[in-house]
């Protein structure tokens, strides 16, 4: 299957009735789900890229709760995740995941990449949500190379949500489209692998 070369597009991969997950370009920061992933750091500080995007938009109602939760549990650990307020942004709850960097691969990379995402969808659930958005998580300053991520996320995502007793939908929001066809492309490949289980939709609209 090719995927558009220059028109937008999204993949609907469904995994259930209704149990859906999407993958699209956009701005996560606007998307109008329950809860938004930030890609955070151990220390829950306000950085670059995704995350700083989220502190400066939802405010810094965030930030005091970030810092109220290092004080009282600590640095989260590579491969978990906490709740806090969204702020002014539109979702209920950011919840920060923290990805593992980049190391070459041999160091349980893969198996803390695929713990952020699912401890995420476990936070989201345990809050009673039934939506949650995620950016590309580790491939920015992280260094995790995006085919290697791509594969990891929309596997675990989609498993994840099986088994979710409240969440119905999830959203990997990618920054561009070269990033979008690489994820697409994993899609493809799990549908492929696991036909029974899930099918896959392109949506095409104009930019």
């Known amino acids: 299957?090719?995927?558009?070369?220059?028109?937008?597009?999204?993949?609907?991969l469904?995994?259930?009735?209704?149990?859906e997950v999407r993958l699209l370009r956009g701005d996560l920061t606007k998307y109008p789900a329950d809860a938004i992933v930030n890609a955070a750091n151990s220390n829950l500080l306000p950085g670059g890229g995704v995350c700083g995007a989220i502190h400066l938009k939802g405010g810094p109602?965030?930030?005091?709760?970030?810092e109220r939760l290092l004080r009282n549990n600590g640095p989260v650990p590579p491969g978990k995740a906490v709740a806090t307020t969204a702020g002014a942004l539109?979702?209920?709850?950011?919840i920060h995941a923290v990805g593992p960097v980049w190391k070459?691969?041999?160091?349980?990379?893969?198996k803390l990449l695929a713990s952020a995402y699912r401890e995420s969808m476990r936070v989201a659930d345990d809050l009673g949500l039934y939506s949650i958005a995620f950016p590309a998580i580790s491939t920015g300053i992280f260094g995790y190379p995006l085919e290697a991520a791509a594969d990891i996320a929309v596997g675990t995502v989609a498993e994840a949500l099986k088994s979710a007793r409240h969440l119905?939908?999830?959203v990997i929001i990618l920054f561009d489209k070269a990033a979008l066809d690489v994820f697409a492309k994993a899609a493809l490949k799990l549908v492929h692998t696991h036909k029974s289980e899930y099918s896959l939709l392109i949506g095409i609209f104009n930019a």
């Open 104 to 110: 070459g691969g041999s160091h349980g990379e893969a």
């Open 14 to 19: 469904r995994v259930g009735d209704p149990d």
């Open 1 to 12: 299957m090719a995927f558009p070369p220059s028109e937008e597009y999204e993949i609907s």
């Open 90 to 94: 539109q979702a209920k709850h950011v």
């Open 168 to 170: 119905v939908f999830a």
């Open 61 to 66: 109602e965030i930030a005091r709760e970030c």
